[in-house]
Each structure stands twice: as C-alpha cells, then as structure tokens.
Nanobody, 130 residues
Framework: QVRLGESGGGSVQAGGSLRLSCVIS????????MGWFRQAPGKERDQFAI????????QYDDSVADRFTVSRDNANNAVYLQMNNLRPEDTAIYFC???????????????????????WGQGTQVTVSS
C-alpha cells in the first residue's frame, strides 16, 4: 500500500521560503509521477498540480514556475517542494500525490491533472503573511 506523508509547512512572512517534504512508502519515488497540489482557504483543491516530477522531468504552474522547485531524493524516497519568495496568495494546504501507474518513462507520461493521481497525503498548512 502506498502512503504519503507531508511535512515542512508553517507560517512565514511574504518573501520568505519554506521546503515541504513528502516521504513515500510502498513505491519507489522514481517509479511514480509525483505531484504537489494546494487548496487555498475557502476554495476547493486545485485541479492541476502546481508542480510535479517524473522520469520525464518537471512541470510547473505558471504562477509558481519562477519561485518553486520540485525535486526528488531516491535515497530517502522522498519528494520536496522548495518554495521561495512566498506571497500571501500562496497560503494554502499543500498536498503531495502519487500516480503509480505512470513514471514518465517506458512509454508513459506524467500529467498535472488531479484525477491522474490515486494516492494523496494528508496535507500540510502553509501560511504567508504580508
């Protein structure tokens, strides 16, 4: 059974940085597409990942492409989301998710759409104050 556990959330001022971690069990990180999603206060969870990583590389939402970086650590079987120059509008619960049916290699592609991901973490809160 695949399980995901996020950590690293917290409260920061605008312009600050945070690094979120997602520890994975049940599948190797390089045998899945891994995505980061967020849910802003009072809104539904975004349908598209703000960032994702697979064997075919990374993809980002335009709103974060120059500020956020997704990486993975094969040794620790984890995925990270480095968030720099945070803005109040980045305030949200952040979720990592796994699509274990695709890897981004061997003829498969990774996608940012939420319904492609079947396993989700519990989320970690990020609050950015102005």
């Amino acid at each position: 059974q695949v399980r995901l556990g996020e950590s690293g959330g917290g409260s920061v001022q605008a312009g600050g940085s945070l690094r979120l971690s997602c520890v994975i069990s049940g599948v190797r990180v390089n045998n899945a597409c891994m995505g980061w999603f967020r849910q802003a206060p009072g809104k539904e969870r975004d349908q598209f990942a703000i960032g994702m990583i697979g064997n075919d590389g990374t993809q980002y939402d335009d709103s974060v492409a120059d500020r956020f970086t997704v990486s993975r650590d094969n040794a620790n079987n984890a995925v990270y989301l480095q968030m720099n120059n945070l803005r109040p509008e980045d305030t949200a619960i952040y979720f990592c998710a796994a699509d274990t049916r695709r890897t981004g290699s061997d003829g498969t592609m990774c996608f940012r759409r939420d319904f492609m991901y079947e396993t989700w973490g519990q989320g970690t809160q990020v609050t950015v104050s102005s």
